[in-house]
C-alpha cells in the first residue's frame, strides 16, 4: 500500500508540472496574440493600375510636372530631393527658361566665398540641386518629434510596393479602430508598418492650385506626386522604353533578313540529292 501511495504522489507531481507548465505556454501563447491583434491593422497596399506600367507605355510628362508643383509646394517642406538637378526638369516637365526661372527662385551659397571669407548667397542655376528644408539630421529630427523625414529622390524604387506603396501611404489617414490608444505627437495610417506615421496627413482637397486647371483632388494630388517620384527614381524612364522599342524593331527585322538569307543559300544544299556509283556491282546506290 505504501508503494502504491508513493507511486501515486510522484505521478500527481508529474501532472502537477505539466499543467503549470502548459498554464505558462498558454498565457504566453495568449499575450503573443493579444500583442498581434493591438498591432496587426496594417494591411498590404492593393495594386494599382499605373498608365506607365505597359511595357511600351510611358510616363504621362503633364503629370509629372504638377507632381514636380505638389513636391514644390507641400513635400518641399519636410523632404529633400539631393539627387536631382534643376537641370533635370529641362525638356521634360520645363522648357529651358521655365526650369532657369525656377532654379533663380532659391538662394545658394556659393561654394567660393568672398575675398573676405564670408559665404556669398547667389540666386540658383540649372547646376544646382533642388535645396534642403534642413541644415542637417538634428534640425530634421528636432522639427518633426524626432522622425527624420526620408530623401525622396529615391523612395519609389527604394519601398516594397513602389508607386502602390507610397500612394497608398499619401492616402492611408484614417482615425484609430476603437480600442487602440492614439500614440502623441503620430497618426493612424492603415498602410504603414506598425500603423503610426509621424507625417501629418500632407494631402487633402484644393491644398493648391495647379497651373493647368486640373481639379486638385486628393487622389489626383496623390497620383500626380508619385508619377513625379517614378521620374525622379528614373529619369531615363521614358528613353529606355523609346530604345527598347527601337532596338527591338531592329532585332526583328534583321532576324526576318536572316532567316531569308539562310533559307536562300542553304536551299541548293538541302535540295540537292546525292547518289553513289559502285564501280564493281554498276548499280547506283540512293
Not at 207 to 236: H, M, N
Request: glycine fraction near 8%; hydrophobic fraction near 40%.
Amino acid at each position: 500500500m505504501m508503494s502504491r501511495f508513493g507511486s501515486a504522489k510522484r505521478w500527481q507531481k508529474v501532472l502537477m508540472g505539466v499543467a503549470s507548465g502548459s498554464a505558462v505556454v498558454g498565457g504566453a501563447g495568449a499575450l503573443a496574440v493579444g500583442t498581434v491583434a493591438a498591432e496587426g491593422f496594417e494591411i498590404h497596399p492593393p495594386h494599382f493600375h499605373w498608365n506607365h506600367m505597359g511595357v511600351l507605355d510611358q510616363l504621362d510628362m503633364k503629370s509629372v510636372r504638377r507632381g514636380y508643383e505638389v513636391y514644390k509646394q507641400v513635400c518641399s517642406a519636410c523632404h529633400s530631393m539631393k539627387y536631382m538637378f534643376y537641370r533635370n526638369l529641362v525638356n521634360n516637365t520645363h522648357t529651358e527658361e521655365e526650369a532657369r526661372a525656377e532654379a533663380e527662385a532659391i538662394t545658394v551659397v556659393d561654394a567660393d566665398p568672398d575675398e573676405q571669407g564670408n559665404p556669398v548667397k547667389r540666386p540658383g542655376k540649372l547646376s544646382d540641386r533642388f535645396p534642403e528644408p534642413f541644415p542637417n539630421e538634428q534640425a530634421a529630427r528636432a522639427a518633426n518629434n524626432g522622425a527624420y523625414p526620408p530623401d525622396l529622390s529615391l523612395i519609389v524604387n527604394g519601398r516594397h510596393g513602389n508607386e502602390d506603396y507610397v500612394f497608398s501611404i499619401l492616402t492611408g489617414y484614417y482615425d484609430p479602430p476603437a480600442g487602440v490608444e492614439a500614440h502623441e505627437d503620430q497618426y493612424f495610417n492603415a498602410y504603414m508598418p506598425g500603423n503610426w506615421i509621424s507625417m501629418a496627413p500632407p494631402l487633402y482637397n484644393e491644398i493648391i492650385e495647379y497651373s493647368d486647371g486640373t481639379p486638385a483632388t486628393q487622389s489626383q494630388l496623390a497620383k500626380d506626386v508619385v508619377t513625379f517620384l517614378r521620374w525622379s527614381a528614373e529619369p531615363e524612364f521614358n528613353h529606355r522604353k523609346r530604345m527598347f522599342l527601337k532596338v527591338f524593331t531592329f532585332t526583328l527585322g534583321f532576324t526576318v533578313i536572316a532567316w531569308m538569307f539562310k533559307m536562300r543559300k542553304w536551299s541548293i544544299v538541302k535540295s540537292r540529292k546525292t547518289f553513289y556509283h559502285d564501280p564493281k556491282t554498276g548499280k547506283i546506290i540512293r
